[in-house]
């Protein structure tokens, strides 16, 4: 059994592109949650889904950031007009319902 | 003030020794505690959890949870260099959902 897949391993945008990060939950596993890392920084939930569902975005800047967990595919974070301060690392979880969370192995954004 | 806090270290250690992480936190709601290990460029795996307060023992791992005093703490007898990695604290108030991390304590075990 595949544990959870991110892709890319490594993105690197230019200030104002868009970024987009994949994350391919472990099989069975119908939540997904998001994390990001700053440097130096322990990691900040940012949302949690289950399939076509946002159940907790407490976390997601207001603006800028999106995600969505299709009924079909990965579920996909997106970082709009992305600036110096989106440089991070970005780590998705998944779980089976209430359950312990399997990390991935992150994405690295670096903004130049 | 954050939720939790934690030693970011590095915390140096010879082979064999006992190692004493921690950390505490301010939300008394939280009633879930785990510890993560984190190698240099990797995802958090877990290594224990624990419900409210008490004791759990795997192998060469401790976790211990003291509510009254919001403190939470692992140990690891007789360490080893494959130990070295960084250590994240994580709790929830309800289930596994919406962790919250304390910024990780970094070990180095030296042979």
């Known amino acids: 059994n595949a544990g959870v897949m991110q892709n890319p391993r490594h993105l690197v945008r230019r200030r104002g592109q868009e970024a987009r990060l994949r994350c391919s939950p472990m099989k069975g596993h119908s939540h997904v949650y998001w994390y990001r890392q700053l440097p130096e920084e322990g990691l900040k939930f940012m949302v949690y889904l289950q399939k076509e569902n946002i159940i907790d975005e407490s976390g997601m800047p207001k603006e800028r950031f999106s995600a969505e967990f299709p009924k079909e595919g990965p579920s996909i974070l997106r970082i709009q007009q992305v600036v110096r301060g989106d440089s991070a690392a970005y780590f998705c979880?998944?779980?089976?319902?209430?359950?312990?969370?399997?990390f991935g192995p992150g994405t690295r954004l670096t903004v130049l | 003030q954050k939720e939790v806090e934690q030693d970011p270290g590095p915390l140096s250690v010879p082979e064999g020794a006992i190692v004493s992480l921690n950390c505490t936190y301010s939300?008394?709601?939280?009633?879930?505690f785990m510890w993560y290990r984190q190698y240099s460029r990797k995802g958090p795996e877990l290594l224990m959890y624990?419900?409210?307060?008490g004791n759990k023992e795997d192998g060469r791992f401790t976790a211990q949870v003291d509510k009254s005093s919001k403190y939470i703490s692992l140990f690891i007898r007789d360490s080893q260099p494959s130990d070295s990695a960084t250590y994240l604290c994580a709790m929830t108030r309800t289930g596994f959902q919406k962790l919250v991390f304390g910024t990780g304590t970094r070990l180095l075990v030296s042979p």
């Open positions: 979880a998944s779980s089976p319902p209430d359950n312990e969370q399997f």
């Open positions: 624990t419900y409210s307060s």
């Open positions: 939300n008394s709601a939280f009633q879930y």
